[in-house]
Structure formats: C-alpha cells, structure tokens
C-alpha cells in the first residue's frame, strides 16, 4: 500500500530502517544528531539510535568524509551527510582518492560500504557558492556509482540499496525536492537501483532528464501533448552507470533527444549522455540530439537572473519544439 | 578613549542592531531572499575591532558581515541593496548577503564556506610584507570555523613567515545547532594559537571597549613586524543561525546563564519557536549596547538628548537605505556575463 510522503520523510525512513537492521549502519555529519539534520533527514535517529550511530561532527569535511572511508575499510556501513554537494569540494581527497581508490589499489581487498549524501542543485537565491550541481564531476570518476533519485519512491528505495551496496555510492538529493510530496510504496519491491524508469511514453521525442529536471520535463511534455506533441520522459535515477538500454530503446522508437540538466552545459552530464546515445542510435535518429542545460555562470543572487540560469518547463518546450520542428 | 571615538562605536552599534531587524523585516516581507545570518548580539566585536583599524588595513569575513562591511564605511544603501539583490548593491546584485565586496574600502568579501577567510587572509598578508607596507589584514571566522583544516594550515604559515595578520574569532558558542563542547576538544579557541607560537588572548566580545583595546594593541604589535596575532571574542546571538533556523535548540540551563550575563536572552528562552521582537529585546534589559551607553552616562559623556537623536539618526540611515535599495534596477544577464569576464581585458576568445 502506498502512502504519501515527504522526499525528505522517505529518506529518513530509508535510515530508520537500515539502522534498525544492521548495526554497522552508523550516520555522521553536521547538526545531524541533535539538531535533526538541515533539512530534517535525520530526524528522531540521534533519540532512537543514540550518538555513536548518529554523529554530529566539527566542520571538517575532509576529515569527517576520510573517517567514513576509513571505517568503511573494516567493514562498518557509515552514510556520511554533508550538509550541501558545494562543501563536498572541502571532502574531494576523501571521495576521489580513497573512497574510489582503496579498493582497486589494494587489488580488490576491502569492502567500501561508503555513502556519501547531499543535495546539489539550484535553491532558491542562495548565491554562487552554494547553488553548484557538481555531479558531471563524479561521473568522470571509476569506483564511484551516483544515484539521483527524483521521487519519494526513489528515495526510499536507493537508499536503503545504497546502504546495503558495498561499493561507495555518491547520492545526490536536492534541495528543492526534499518537500516534494509522492506516494511510497515501503512493501513493493525496488528496480536496480541504476535502472532508469519511463515515467512517460510518446512517439515524438525521447526526454531524459534526472533529479529535480525530471519533474520540469514532466511539466514540459503535458504541456507539449496539448500542442500534439507526444514525448517520452525517462528518469536515469542514476549517473553512473547510466541505463543506456532503456535510453536507446526509446530513442529508436522516437528518433529525436533531448537532454535536460540543471548544471551548466558545457562538459557537463548532457554531454555524456548526447555522446553515448548519439554513438548507439545514430542511425535512429532523424535530427541531432539536442542538450538543454543551465548558463555558462556562476548563479547569480538576483532572483530574476537566477531563475534565467537553469531550465524552465517553458524553455523545454521551446526546445522540444524545435527538435520536432514545429 | 576619547570620547568622539566612543560615540562613534556607540552610534555604529545601534546602526547595526537597527539594520539588522530592519533586514529580517524585509526578508519576512519577501525583499531578501536566501540566507540571512543576522548580527543582533555580536555588534561589539566588529565595531570594536573595526574602529580600531586603519583604512589602508585589509578585512576577509564571513556570510555574517554586513555589520563588518558598514562599519568599514560601505554605505547601508549599498548593503542593503545587495541584500536586495539589486544593481547598485556593493557586489551588484551578484552575491547577496553573504558576498559583500567594496575593493575601494579594502572589504575582501563576505566567504560562505566555512574556513576560507584564513587562506585568503594570508594571501593578502603575504602581498603586504612582501611589498614591505605599514597594513595589516583582519580575519575573521567563528568558533565553528576553527575545525576546518585551513585554520591550522593557515595559522602555521603566517607564523612561519610573520605575515601582519590579525585573526579575530567570533566566539559566538554555535556551529549553526551544535554547542561548542559538542564540536571542539578545546573549547578555548584562543588556546589553539599556542601550537603555532602566536599569540592569543580571549577578550569579553560583548565589551567594545575591551575589544577595541584588544585589537588596538594587536595590530600595533603586528605593525612592529612581530608576525600574527589571535583573539578571541566571547560573544552571542540572539537570533537563530540565520532567517531559516529559528535557534530552539538551546538549551534552557544555557539560555538561563546568559540571561544572568546578558537578560536579552530572556526572549528566546527555549519555549518560543520565534524570535523576540526588538521591544522585548529593548524591554529585555542592559546588553553590549545598553552597556556601554550606561558606561557613558557615568561619565557625563552622554546626554539623554544626544541618545534620542543618535537613534533617530540610525533609524533614518536605515529608512533610507530600503527605500535607496527598492528604487534600485534588477541586474540583468548581461550584467552578469560583463562580472564573469571583468578581467579579459577586451580579449576575444575563439
Ligand atoms: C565548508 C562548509 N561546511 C558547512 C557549511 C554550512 N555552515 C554554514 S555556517 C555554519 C556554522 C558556522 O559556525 P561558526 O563558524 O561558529 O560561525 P557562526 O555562524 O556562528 O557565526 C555551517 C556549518 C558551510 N557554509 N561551509
Ligand atoms: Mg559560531
């Protein structure tokens, strides 16, 4: 049976129920304990599970993330929190160089049951340091798989299997969806946690999109079916991998794509995705892919040009049109 | 002291603290958006530290800064319009509350994460003894900030190479909700120097005098090329860590020692999810402002006269800098572009 919940009270969920299963589950971060979390996710844990399993750190990114990879190393499940993808920059070395790393340099000895939680993304005027994607930089790292869940569901369900996942998982959230609502299903049983879902089906144009850009393009193709345009919105959930399959299943079908991201669209996730598809599907496709992403700026804190630096339903639209050349 | 230079600190405390809940005003009427950490509490140290430096000193601060920024000279329309995040805001609408910049007055911004004030700060250091220049450059950061890696790495090289750097510490107890014994072995944060051998001293930051002496003796030992120094102001905030945290995590027992120190503190006593209005913190009773204007009456140094019209005059600043601030453009795209390319000289790239 399926319930209505908050993004955030999914996630938070997600924890109670690890936790409550396996003792080697243990959270740390800023204000996660006492304080319940920025944005609510570890509510009612540091009360239940006390504060070795929910651990309010210092503001020391660096070292709180490398703790993480350290006790991951003996076997531990710890889901580090850092409070936003921008100070993630602060806990680089641990991600890229350990996490990533250990693994593979010891020739497969250790287990790296590593998550590393945070929202990325477009808030709301929260100026140029704290309004950053930084997922493309992730994705450009072997020994690293990215979830991106969109929904509650989702939520729910990859982050209970990034836990229980042995391989060090960057999950990213956003800050806009942690109080989007959606209905839960805690019974049903999860997809591969990188498989790709169809949100959406038409034969016009293949959407792919992922986090808080799969509700937009949801907004986007309804709008675009009042016109006749019919399209097909596909949620990757994951970034790397990514569901390729069920990419180019649909884009043989449509023979057009489009790709929207909120970060920036040079070098960004766009790229890879146009690029692997434009390989697999080439002959599919009756127009080149099109990438729709975010301005070529640091975002701005006026709230008008903000608004102007990441897609809009309207400007998704206006692209899919002319990919459809209408 | 001299009694102008105490009038000075006085009015700028209550140019602050009126600012400052005129802005929370705004943001709850939708003007400013985003994060706004608020200074309500904490006025005595950056007046204290700020009129005791020279305009050729260089100043690094935080997201918590337009006290700094104005008391530094930025005009409280220029502040308040990037607040608004308009085009004649100091930093033209671009950054907001949290990046405040004013080159002209050697204000080198407002850093939103955490621990970036130090590097930066010693970079600027080491320019100004490498040029071999009579300036010194204040940092400052808050308790919370003292456990990112920078600190120790920054503190180290400045001692190291004697760079003029006064590092000032708003000892505010709060790393946004957790205490300062929850996150610092060591919560004496001036004790922290010593593994670097600069010197430290804790002063009483809801003191201005006792902050202004502090720094003023700082920065002349820092000006006789004797290399870095540390202080520690003990302060409060009476508001919660910013507009977006209504601060009720508090605990009583703490709350009811401050209320001994400071009785202000009485309206954010834990039962209240709110925040107190300036006439509870008015009726509260003496804090760091009613402080030192009750250490000037003693001294026959200020009339009830002199007081009214020096709040009239504040509240006035403050009307005029909303109103200069509303009156002011949006900044549009191209704005932004000409920013993100303010150094490539008329170059054509491709
Ligand atoms: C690297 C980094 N981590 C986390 C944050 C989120 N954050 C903003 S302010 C703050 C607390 C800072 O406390 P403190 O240094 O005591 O300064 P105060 O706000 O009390 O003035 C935190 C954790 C951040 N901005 N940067
Ligand atoms: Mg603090």
Redesign the interface.
Known sequence: MAEEMLYWQALNRALDAEMALDESVFILG??VG??GG?YRVTEGLYARYGEWRVR????????FTGLGVGAALVGMRPVVEIMTI??S??ALDAIVNMAAKVPFMSGGQFPMALVIRMPGGVA???????SQRLEQMYMNVPGLRIAVPATSQDAWWQLRQAIRSDEPIVFIEHELLYFSKGPVDLEAEAPPMHRARVHRQGRDLTIVAYSRMLDLSLRAAAQLAEEGIEATVIDLRSLRPIDWDTCVASVEQTHRLLVVEEDSRFAGSGAEIAAELAERCFYHLDVPPARLGG?E??T??????EA??IPRPSDIVAAARRLCGT | MDRETQLAMLRDMLLARAFEERAAEEYTKGNIAGFLHLYPGEEAVAVGVLHAAEPSDYIVSTYREHVHAMVRGIPPRRVMAELFGRRHGCSRGMGGSMHLFDRERRFMGGYAIVGETYPVAIGIGYAVAMRGLPEAVICFFGDGAVNQGTFHESLNMAALWRLPVLFVCENNRYQIGTEIHRHSAVAEVYKRACAHRIPARRVDGMDVMAVYQATAEALGEIRSETGPRLIECETYRYRGHSMADPGTYRPKVEVQAYERKDPITVAIAETLPRYPTPEEIAAAGPDAIEGLIGAMNDAGRLTAAQLDALKAEVTQVVEDAVAFAAASPEPTLADAQAALDCNRNGEVLI
């Open positions: 800023e204000d006492l304080y920025s309010d750190t210092p503001i020391s990114e660096g070292s921008n100070f920059l602060l709301k005027q929260l100026a140029a340091q704290h301005r700026l640091p701005p804190y006026n709230g008008t040009s102007q630096c």
